[in-house]
């Protein structure tokens, strides 16, 4: 018999090398494992207070400790389809569900229905730094300082960004993990991420920083005015917002195959629209309260 070439050159002291594209697929490997998904898994576990996860599969947090340790990982973060998705949440419903189509994927490939790349919640952080720097030279100019900036700009970021997700998230994941999950003997059970309850505020929040940050901005001139027009521009603009803001959220929720009476999620949208006749009612009958000028005395004192 003829030795194998192979065998002998696998002898003392050789190292045999791999296959041709072997190497590559090791390396990539490793790359996923030095980030693992941000959730561990989380899917199937429960959900204590306000929606928050009470227990981990990888333990204690354990999610949230690898989430933002990608933040440093700038190499990793996938910013074109993190722009990809900011432009399909701006276009008509069917652009929109397009996005949760990739939450889908991730839970074939990743068994998590959250991004586990932070660089959608990184752009939208920009874009508030931005905003601040933007109304604080437009509304308080001869008084803006560095303190005063950093004030508005964390009052945007901790209290209506984080705080409003925080709330609001966990508000409709309980509701979701409670009431609206549809069990079923031929399938694993599921709950509702809270990081993927995350991941839909901060799809909504989008839309509604459109109108109220980008939209409003540019047409303060006439919605600060005192008169019915200002008024009524500036109640329908900020209704539009909310609006938005929840039928996003209804489609995040309407993307997991699990739940049932998703249409519960729109149901804000009817109150926001009573309130805005409401407010309508008052306008006709000389009692203007214009929310944008509200919004104005509250954040600016004007």
């Given at each position: ?236 603009l900020w209704t539009a917002a909310i609006s938005s803001y929840f039928f996003v959220t209804h489609l995040g ?24 006749v409401v407010l309508l009612l008052f306008a006709i009958m000389g009692y203007r309260i214009n929310v944008t ?10």
């Amino acid at each position: 018999m003829i030795p194998d070439a192979r065998a002998m050159a696998s002898g003392p002291g050789m190292v045999q090398a791999p296959p041709a594209g072997q190497g590559h697929a090791r390396r990539r490997m490793a790359s996923d494992h030095a980030y693992p998904p941000a959730s561990g898994g989380y899917g199937v576990s429960g959900f204590g207070p306000m929606g928050v996860s009470s227990s981990l599969d990888d333990g204690g947090g354990q999610w949230l400790t690898n989430y933002l340790r990608r933040i440093w990982a700038w190499e990793q973060m996938d910013f074109e389809s993190c722009f990809d998705q900011i432009v399909s949440l701006i276009g008509p419903p069917q652009s929109m569900a397009k996005v949760y189509k990739l939450a889908n994927y991730r839970k074939k490939t990743k068994n998590q229905w959250a991004r586990d790349d932070p660089a959608f919640a990184l752009v939208e952080i920009g874009f508030l730094l931005v905003s601040a720097l933007g109304w604080g030279i437009a509304c308080i100019h001869t008084k803006l300082t560095v303190a005063r900036f950093i004030l508005l700009f964390a009052n945007e970021l901790i209290g209506y960004w984080f705080l409003g997700g925080i709330v609001i998230g966990g508000i409709c994941a309980t509701v979701a993990n409670r009431f609206l999950i549809e069990h079923s003997v031929h399938s694993v059970a599921q709950t509702v991420e809270w990081l993927y309850a995350f991941d839909i505020h901060c799809n909504g929040f989008l839309v509604s920083f459109l109108f109220t940050h980008v939209l409003q901005f540019f047409l303060l001139p006439i919605l600060l005015g005192d008169g019915f027009v200002p008024t009524l521009l500036a109640n329908l603009l900020w209704t539009a917002a909310i609006s938005s803001y929840f039928f996003v959220t209804h489609l995040g929720y309407r993307a997991l195959p699990f739940l049932r009476h998703t249409e519960y999620y729109l149901y804000p949208i009817a109150g926001v629209w009573l309130i805005f006749v409401v407010l309508l009612l008052f306008a006709i009958m000389g009692y203007r309260i214009n929310v944008t000028r509200v919004m104005a005395a509250f954040y600016f004192g004007h």
